[in-house]
């Protein structure tokens, strides 16, 4: 690792610190109703798509209501993505004749888009016409983040409010998380990608003749407008099968920086937002600080595995499945940001990577993809495992547990491991089943544990809405497209009902000032406690399932044994 890697990295979460209290304090201003310079710019709009739609912006639900309308409007997205694919042959802006999907891959990329996953089991630019990508999956890249940052914003309203059953309006908190934070970087970021390189346009593939003499053909397409919200709505699906690391998404080291840069810029903003809203910006430093530290010792970790020369290869760095253009640490660092933020792009094959860095980012998904997450989704799978930390350390002093001057009593304990439980059963069971099921081992390309790794891997992805893959697993059959599916659904809903319904259980219950006695969860103790509690409740139950993988597959290969 050279003086320039480190330089870069060190940019990099510079620049991202740097970022969060700017843009989290813009989004604590848009959130709460204040006056804020975009205003005048998409206010006509909001107030337009209310009045269009029959909302009233100001009518307040409850948690259960609530719940009803995102559930109804994620339920209608799932319904007109599949329909768009299945009849994408007789639809429009289709210029390569490209047929219908099939029903099976139709059904795992709906639910995936809508699930904020964008897991992929086909290669974007030979499946999918302009029309489904743009009114298809670009739109769902939209409205999925924003679905995530509504649930946050219900989870933050039902704790820092009192003695209420009122989280807010589902719809507001749409409208304005797409008008006033997602569109207009999105805008901003899709301009400068095309400075960059990046395509954005409508034609027709073109052939072209190479250096050698060979005819190829070259894919063309509004890819710029979806890698912006791909990138920024933590979402990763590739507008090209071979996602950012193919030249047209991903052009050069700017466009490389910015597109990590943009992975983690809103959930990281976020935990200021949150620590405004909660009327504590020491809450949320809190959380960024766990996060981030998080972060880095996988990062470390990561980067330690990759750089270290294995006497079997010659002494030499691995650069198979790298991006060759950026280096080792461009790669490394884009891995373990993406699994980090629950956003499924790449710029590098994670099924070369070396087994401890292939196990560190799947150890990322495993966590429940809280170090950052998904927008929104990061932030209230945070929140579960805060819950869960301040019930434990209650019971080591023997005081009820409060969070935020509230009590946490058993309702929301109980809400909160259902929280960690369902992306668990997805990953263990469902892997465990394809693992012995011929259906399952019939897409594996490598044997022995990196073949385990793979299912894994795939579990994880899709019950932590990440969408990233090892890249050696052909997902695009009916047993995994429909296993897939089904748990990017329990991933996504098994977490966010019980998140609403602690919200709204937390709103009614009064808040007690604090005193002398109690636990304060904003100092380095509660950072070291917390961290404590999602390794050992997130790690030790995937640690005999990663000893069977990743784990092994290390010892095997300092042995000249690979798969």
Known sequence: MTTLDLIQVILFFAVLIGLTPILGNFMFKVFTGQKHFLLPVFGW????????????????????????????????????????QVLQAHLPMNPANLPNVSWHSAFNTSVSFMTNTNWQGYAGETTLSYFVQMIGLTVQNFVSAATGIAVLLALIRGLSRKTTDKLGNFWTDLTRSTLYVLLPLSILLSVVLVGQGVVQNYKTYETVQTIQGTQQVLPMGPAASQIAIKQLGTNGGGFFNANSSHPFENPTPFSNFLEMLALLLIPAALTFTYG??????????????????????????????????????GHLHLMEGKETRFGITNSVLWATSTTAASNGSVNAMHDSFSPIAGMIAMINLMLGEIIFGGVGAGLYGMVIFIIITVFIAGLMVGRTPEYLGKKIQAFEVQMAILAVLFPNFVILIFAAWASVFNPGLSSLNNAGPHGLSEILYAFSSAAGNNGSAFAGLNANTVFYNLTLGFGMLIGRFGVIIPVLAIAGSMAKKNITPASAGTFRTDNWLFIGLLIAVILIVGGLTHFPALSFGPIVEHFLMNNGITF
């Not at 209310?50 to 909302?55: A, L, M, Q, W």
């Not at 020491?282 to 959380?287: A, D, E, M, P």
């Open 276 to 313: 405004k809203m909660v009327g504590s910006t020491r809450q949320g430093w809190t959380i960024f600080t766990a996060m981030l530290i998080l972060l880095l010792a996988g990062l470390s970790i990561s980067l330690y595995a990759e750089y270290s020369a294995n006497p079997i290869f």
């Open 45 to 84: 709009l909001e107030k337009l798509t209310y009045k269009s739609s029959g909302i009233n912006p100001e009518e307040e639900t409850n948690w259960k209501s609530y719940t009803f309308g995102l559930l109804l409007f994620n339920l209608i997205g799932l319904v007109f993505m599949f329909l768009i």
